[in-house]
């Protein structure tokens, strides 16, 4: 393989990530509803570029279960599977009462200005309705508490299940109320870390996690047509 290939696949593969990412942001925004066909060929003249790097966007898109893909057929936004967010959920809570404890005993007064940084950043984003920037301070606070257990390694595992929860949160983020109480939570988790209180840390994240019950319920009822189970 030449240079001139080399650059050449180095090229599609970029193109492939960047309308990876486009069409993850337009499916968790929920711009592309659950149910809404995509076709490889109109998605390759709205990028203008060919049909394989879109190709392999859907493969990545269908490996994380954001899409079925139909061979011969239109590629279709998976309806969202309140099994699939359960099961995401039971781990999410195992991994993350673990890294919990461990962060209680690890806290020093160090990480208090990350945290409270972090806070105000999720604050600001709830006064100003601004949900794009409040889950991307939602994804720092709960990686900031693996970095403070020295469990960073596991922020991966718990950002693969939270995709699963991604497209619900934007339903039930898209009020003020909603935001504020995830925000309310996130203080109270910080200050149970803060103080060492650690039954009360791991209860306080327990509740915050097993808030997702009224939401999936709540959802389910409002928009039937998202869901598929």
Do not use: W
């Not at 309308?19 to 066909?37: H, N």
């Amino acid at each position: 393989m030449n240079a001139e290939t080399l650059n050449i696949e180095s090229a599609r593969r970029t193109t492939a990530d960047d309308i990876f990412e486009r069409l993850r942001a337009d499916i968790v925004s929920l711009q592309l509803p659950p149910g809404t066909k995509l076709s490889e060929a109109e998605v390759a003249r709205k990028f203008d570029v060919s049909r394989q790097p879109v190709r392999e966007a859907f493969i990545r898109l269908g490996n994380m279960n954001l899409v079925q893909i139909q061979p011969q057929r239109a590629t279709i936004v998976r309806r969202i599977s309140r099994s699939e967010i359960l099961e995401a959920r039971f781990i999410r809570t195992a991994v993350e009462t673990e890294i919990v404890r461990r962060a209680c005993k690890a806290y020093t007064p160090a990480q208090e200005k990350a945290f409270e940084s972090n806070l105000e950043q999720q604050q600001a984003a709830v006064l100003a309705m601004d949900l794009d920037r409040f889950n991307t301070a939602d994804y720092a606070f709960h990686r900031l508490i693996c970095v403070t257990a020295g469990c960073e390694f596991a922020f991966k595992t718990i950002a693969e299940n939270k995709v699963y929860v991604d497209r619900l949160c934007m339903l039930s983020l898209s009020s003020k109320a909603g935001q504020q109480e995830v925000y309310d939570d996130h203080v109270e988790i910080f200050e149970r870390l803060r103080a060492g209180d650690e039954e009360g840390l791991v209860a306080a994240t327990r509740l915050h996690l097993s808030r997702l019950n009224e939401t999936l319920d709540q959802a389910q009822q409002q928009y039937p047509a998202y869901f598929e189970d």
